[in-house]
Nanobody
């Protein structure tokens, strides 16, 4: 089965940095877009950043200039480098990927997969 496993969350002071990583595993034919979302209690999950298979990126306005998303297609990983962190960045961060598993071939319709979430807390 296909899985996304995240790592790298934790507690950091305002102005600090953290790097989140997410690795996809399983019998994967292709990975399309990958991304990071975040959610705080009582609010909807929101997009943080996304990256296409050819590394085009888009970011939420609130993180532009501070966060950088990247991917390694050979390793099936996506990362989020977060700099100049603010208390408002505190949330559970989720990895997302549009994946075509081998078992779905010859259908080339990608399925949406999510990681388990990793807590990021920005506080002094």
């Amino acid at each position: 089965q296909v899985q996304l496993v995240e790592s790298g969350g934790g507690l950091v002071q305002p102005g600090g940095s953290l790097k989140l990583s997410c690795a996809a595993s399983g019998t994967i034919f292709k990975i399309n877009d990958m991304g990071w979302y975040r959610q705080v209690p009582g609010k909807e999950r929101e997009l943080v950043a996304r990256i296409t298979s050819d590394s085009s990126t888009n970011y939420a306005d609130s993180v532009k200039g501070r966060f950088t998303i990247s991917r390694d297609n050979a390793k099936k990983t996506v990362s989020l480098q977060m700099n100049s962190l603010k208390p408002d960045d505190t949330a559970v961060y989720y990895c997302n990927a549009e994946i075509i598993p081998y078992y779905r071939l010859p259908s080339y319709v990608a399925q949406d997969y999510w990681g388990q979430g990793t807590q990021v807390t920005v506080s002094s």
